[in-house]
């Protein structure tokens, strides 16, 4: 019991320093990684060139999504092949069965 | 070279549906049994030709048929363009439902003078058929335009201003419709010369 009261301290002790190690070196990372991302910016006008660049990409890349978008609406509206087939089988279906109705009066009138 | 929903106002959609319904009756009364599978045929042929599509400058228009569909069924004409145009409407989305009378009546009534027409032109040789179906192919389209400006202008617009757009838009489907209307009946001459007879017993 003692033996397994002290290795659950044990557990809980490195867990706490671990924790302490990783929310130590967490900003140290996060500032690596800015530094390595924008190696460029050293003064305003270097962010507002990169500012415009940004831009410039996001805008082209909305205009090509707005086109694809607009070309997809397009097509939607456009019928498509089970329309044509369900439309022609439709008016097959009609004049089948006028037919068949017209040809079961003939028959029942030929038959009085 | 369809009217869509809520263009037309209400007065003119029903007059135009009590029309279209008062042809179709007397259209349905012209048909003989033995010419349902002819008309079946035809009316299909009418339902898809509107998804031909030519591309004409910033817009698109698109084959119509009223042409052959009048010179093949005759009287029964009207009662196919009705059912096609039914049927379009409910699965393309072209036109509306409540302006299916003045579609119809757009369509249905060229249909019908191109069949007189076409019985009166047509001789008996293939030259003269073709000629005939040219004729009437481009009549049909032209009339239909016509009529479109017609029913636009009981609408409150200028006849003259619609008719010039309708009629401008669609000269190059007077031509298509004149060529493919002469050639499905000068071919039809060839195979099947029965069909031709516009409803009237032909042999």
Redesign the interface.
């Known amino acids: 019991m003692i033996i397994g009261q002290g290795k659950g301290m044990a557990w809980q002790v490195a867990l706490l320093l671990a924790l302490c190690w990783l929310l130590l070196s967490l900003p140290a990372v996060a500032e690596e990684k800015a530094a390595a991302a924008s190696p460029s910016v050293e003064s305003c006008a270097d962010l507002a060139a990169l500012f415009v660049r940004q831009e410039e990409h996001t805008s082209r890349e909305l205009r090509q999504l707005k086109r694809d978008l607009a070309a997809l609406s397009q097509k939607l509206?456009e019928?498509g092949t089970s329309?044509?087939f369900?439309?022609?089988g439709?008016?097959?279906g009609?004049?089948?069965v006028?037919?068949y109705v017209?040809?079961r009066r003939?028959d029942g009138g030929r038959g009085n | 070279m369809h009217i869509s929903d809520g263009v037309l106002p209400m007065s003119v959609t029903l007059a135009s549906a009590v029309v279209t319904v008062a042809g179709v009756a007397l259209s349905l009364r012209q048909v003989r049994?033995e010419e349902?599978?002819k008309?079946?045929v035809v009316?299909?042929s009418f339902?898809?030709a509107s998804?031909v599509h030519l591309p004409f400058g910033p817009t698109s228009v698109h084959l119509i048929l009223p042409g052959v569909v009048g010179a093949l069924l005759g009287p029964a004409s009207f009662l196919s363009i009705a059912?096609?145009l039914f049927?379009?409407s409910l699965?393309?989305?072209f036109g509306g439902l409540t302006a299916l009378g003045a579609n119809a009546l757009m369509m249905g009534l060229p249909a019908l003078l191109c069949g007189l027409l076409f019985q009166s032109l047509r001789g008996t040789t293939l030259v003269r058929h073709g000629i005939a179906g040219a004729v009437c192919g481009g009549l049909g389209t032209l009339l239909a335009a016509l009529i479109l400006a017609a029913l636009l202008a009981l609408a409150g617009e200028d006849f003259f201003g619609v008719a010039k757009i309708a009629l401008l838009a669609h000269i190059p489907v007077f031509f298509v419709e004149a060529g493919v209307s002469a050639f499905a009946v000068t071919f039809l001459f060839r195979v099947k010369p029965e069909l031709l007879a516009g409803g009237r017993p032909g042999r």
């Open positions: 509206e019928p329309e044509i369900g439309g022609i439709y008016i097959f009609i004049f089948g006028a037919a017209a040809s003939r | 049994n349902l599978p008309i079946a009316t299909s339902f898809v998804l059912l096609g049927l379009q699965l393309f989305q």
